[in-house]
């Protein structure tokens, strides 16, 4: 899919919000103006259009409009845990983590944060006169699918198993991200992806995934029904995958019965990248026979905007479509209306000097205050499952850092992330906070197989080039070319040392993000013989001619001859916004685990970090290798490069913490049994390093909970395909978890009072008194869960209906209460209908659900009659 980036024609003018200051008429046309009401103005906007100027609005790329003077549109843009592939900007917790705090303030302070960055950065590309793919301010983001399966790779991006927790994220992201200003929105937000999605990556194209009514109203869409409630959400995400039959994207019953005329939805639905031409693909859901059908199909069902892929843009067969008779003007009238909507109300045509969000400046991005929250987000998302005294650490311990995570950047950021400002690694972060004597490191395996972490930039003490004269001298000879390809004469030629290249090395005017072409030539000499392994970002690599794969072995004081090319183009996916072109290297080290083992003897403390990253879970990936398939997991089993290790390590007797880092739950159990203490990190953000040193040591008490059920294996769980929700989340799980949903060690000792329960006309009134019997500040998550073993039906074990974090001092008791209200007092049936309970209603309040022994609650139950 190509995606094009370019400078507007000098005759279109743009002010910092799209706004049109001149035009062809010497009129102010009705769309122009401000003084009009939002609808009478999109009303007029549509009336002007032709029929081909209509559907050409209709897709992510929507074409420039010239003799209005509107310029073209890209509607992708990403802002899952902060601005993504846009360049640098504050890389917040993955979801997963933000999910982890329980903490609803914090979720709409990032939210805000991430929406101002975005506006500050989306106006400096209109000062740059750059219109470009993730430049704009509608956002796909948040990802509000419910992660029932502990084995797929995208569930790092949600906000973890349970629709009330997911949903109570979602309203205060959307919030943030959308902004209060009765006027204008600060950015658009993105409900995604509806609906019943949630992996395999590997057949998202293809699958039809039968889902209960009773599942669609409990699980499945209760989390977009309550966010609709709770904001004016201006965009929902139409899935891959079939429901019952229908594709996502092509279904009445979910886009207008159900979206539309059930939840009040009246903002546009946009539809995953390609999904509407999976209706016709013969590899796909073949529902249709041709793209004009499929168009058609999609539109009438609720689709406003379509994301192409390789196939092109389907919705450009509309105009066909309606010569064929399959769908009305009025039809597309109705999707033109409601996406020039979103733009009107975000500024796209006014005056940039009616709303202050244009002024927001490029100094907020990265700021010093944006990486505070940053790390106070990343201290919020760490979960302590186990500790049997030994955190926090002493100030006097020689540490041995050891795993494949502890400096491996890809742990920070997880995916649908942006260029971090200020990223800190475990490692780092240890070597900056304690003297080089009292912290060893050593990486100790693989993370698995032969995937590798401890990567190096490519040493200019082993590259070489000839100069004019015949000599030979250190780097390499860097020819850049002004274009995608290397016909052209180069337009700078110099010595680079390295291969190691950041937007503010290039040497072209930045504003300009035109394409380009880079060569590297010279010679490379290595100092080892070994098996080297290579990673490469944007570029080829060359040894005496011969196209390097992943790994060569290469002669220690040989000689080889080097050339290295980069092609940066604007392609779908890449980021030309700030291209970063890399070559790093390690050589493969037989003794890795030897050399742990080595630094493990010399400390007092192991602190292990390890776990899976991004590079192993995520999107529809091509890898498929032991315990991972096509972004998913087959297992949750540690990989076994770390496990063997993690054994060996425990023999010396050392005190042990293993810091685990994943997007996904892991089977613990024997590092459960055996180790001192366990932290869980899900991809914590850009401030990781700091952020877990102020936990390990104490000067934060660990707080956060798991918003996912850590299961012993998957061989208790159903079928992956499987959607019925028996036996899936803490809801229904028939077995004993390793670690529930909600659970969170702490290092103060908080006690909980008896429950004060009272029924009222808004529902339950529930209160105690928290205390902190410690000498410990810190923060507990409070949570209210419910079990109604009276009702005729299958119902959860037990459900979360609310929660709140309570800061206390050492010492210090607070009284807690919530109100429980009678919306929440219901169960679901066979029909999906809300019923009111009656019968005892089971109460269980305190810093988790009462499975653990370790967990400490409150239990009461009342007659609801």
């Not at 003077?69 to 979801?95: D, M, S």
Request: proline share 5%; aromatic share 10%; hydrophobic share 35%.
């Amino acid at each position: 899919m190509n995606r094009i980036i370019k400078k507007l024609p000098e005759r279109i003018l743009i002010s910092a919000c799209f706004l049109l200051t001149s035009h062809s008429h010497a009129e102010t046309l009705p769309f122009q103006n401000q003084s009009l009401p939002v609808e009478t103005r999109v009303a007029d906007l549509v009336d002007r259009l032709t029929l081909e100027e209509k559907v050409s609005q209709l897709f992510d790329k929507s074409a420039a409009i010239e003799r209005l003077a509107i310029p073209e549109y890209y509607w992708w843009n990403e802002a899952l845990h902060g601005i993504a592939r846009a360049g640098k900007a504050t890389v917040f917790p993955q979801a997963i983590g933000m999910a982890a705090t329980f903490d609803e303030p914090l979720i709409y302070r990032i939210a805000s944060t991430i929406s101002d960055e975005g506006r500050a950065k989306h106006h400096e590309f209109l000062r740059e006169d750059t219109n470009a793919m993730y430049g704009g301010l509608t956002y796909w983001s948040p990802n509000i699918n419910i992660f029932r399966d502990p084995r797929w790779g995208r569930g790092q991006e949600t906000y973890g198993e349970d629709p009330f927790l997911t949903s109570r994220m979602a309203v205060n992201f959307v919030k943030g991200l959308e902004g209060q200003d009765p006027t204008y929105l600060k950015s658009v937000a993105t409900l995604k992806h509806y609906a019943v999605h949630s992996g395999p990556e590997v057949s998202r194209h293809s699958d039809d995934y039968a889902a209960s009514e009773k599942d669609l109203t409990e699980t499945y869409l209760r989390a977009f029904e309550d966010t609709i409630a709770a904001t004016n959400i201006s965009s929902v995400m139409c899935a891959y995958n079939r429901v019952n039959g229908s594709p996502a994207c092509g279904s009445e019953a979910l886009l207008q019965n159900t979206l539309r005329d059930k939840f009040n939805f009246s903002g546009y639905v946009v539809s995953d990248c390609g999904a509407i031409a999976d209706f016709y693909d013969e590899n796909s859901h073949h529902v249709v026979d041709s793209p004009a059908q499929a168009a058609a199909s999609a539109l009438k069902s609720g689709t406003d905007l379509n994301c192409g892929d390789h196939h092109g843009n389907t919705f450009s067969y509309l105009i066909e479509a309606v010569a064929e008779d399959l769908v009305e003007e009025s039809d597309i009238d109705q999707a033109l209306t409601r996406l020039l909507t979103a733009r009107m109300k975000l500024g796209m045509f006014d005056n940039s000097s009616t709303h202050a969000y244009t002024k927001m400046p490029m100094s907020v991005v990265g700021s010093k205050n944006h990486l505070e929250l940053a790390r106070e987000a990343a201290e919020k998302s760490m979960v302590l499952l186990k500790n049997d005294g030994v955190l926090p650490l002493k100030r006097n311990s020689k540490i041995a850092l050891i795993g494949p995570n502890a400096d491996n950047p890809a742990i920070l950021v997880g995916n649908y992330h942006g260029t971090p400002v200020q990223p800190v690694t475990p490692k780092e972060a240890f070597s900056q906070a304690l003297p080089s004597n009292q912290i060893g490191y050593a990486a100790g395996s693989s993370i698995t197989e032969n995937i590798f972490t401890h990567f190096s930039p490519v040493p200019s003490s082993v590259f070489t080039h000839v100069n004019m004269q015949g000599e030979s001298k250190p780097g390499l000879v860097a020819k850049y070319y002004p274009s995608s390809h290397f016909n052209l004469q180069p337009s700078k030629r110099h010595v680079e040392m390295n291969i190691n290249l950041k937007s503010e090395d290039i040497p072209f005017n930045k504003a300009s993000n035109q394409e380009f072409a880079v060569r590297w030539t010279g010679k490379i000499t290595p100092q080892e013989s070994g098996n080297y392994y290579f990673k490469m970002k944007n570029v080829e690599v060359y040894l005496d001619g011969e196209l390097t794969d992943e790994s060569r072995y290469l002669e220690a004081g040989r000689s080889y001859d080097f050339k290295a090319e980069s092609l940066i183009r604007r392609f779908w996916h890449s980021n030309v916004i700030e291209p970063e072109i890399s070559f790093n290297w390690l050589i493969e080290d037989k003794n890795l685990d030897s050399e742990a083992l080595r630094v493990a003897k010399e400390s007092d403390v192991i602190v292990f970090v390890g776990g899976i990253s991004a590079e192993l879970e995520g999107e529809e990936m091509p890898l498929e290798i032991d315990g991972f398939s096509h972004g998913d997991r087959t297992n949750i089993k540690l990989p076994e490069s770390q496990s063997s290790l993690l054994k060996a390590l425990h023999k010396l007797g050392k005190p042990m913490v293993m810091v685990n880092m994943s997007g996904s739950a892991i089977a613990l159990n024997w590092e459960d049994k055996n180790l001192n203490a366990i932290i869980q990190g899900f991809y914590p953000g850009e401030q990781t390093g700091p952020a877990l040193l102020n936990l390990l040591y104490g000067d934060t008490s660990p707080s956060g909970r798991l918003p996912v059920t850590f299961y012993s294996s998957v061989d208790d769980l159903p079928d992956f395909k499987n959607y019925n929700m028996v036996n899936r989340t803490y809801k229904y799980y028939e077995g004993t978890p390793l670690y529930p949903f909600g659970y969170g060690l702490s290092y103060a000792d908080f006690r909980y009072d008896k429950l004060k329960i009272t029924r009222s006309e808004k529902g339950l009134n529930i209160a105690t008194t928290l205390s902190n019997k410690s000498d410990i500040s810190a923060q507990e998550v409070v949570q209210v869960y419910l079990g109604m073993p009276d009702a005729p039906i299958r119902t959860p074990q037990r459900e979360l209906v609310a929660f709140k974090r309570v800061n206390l001092a050492g010492g210090e008791s607070q009284s807690v209460k919530f109100t429980i209200n009678e919306s929440q007092l219901v169960y679901v049936d066979e029909q999906g209908q809300r019923q009111p309970y009656k019968g005892k209603l089971l109460v269980t309040l305190g810093g988790g659900q009462g499975v653990k022994r370790s967990d400490n609650v409150v239990q009461h139950s009342i007659n609801l009659p």
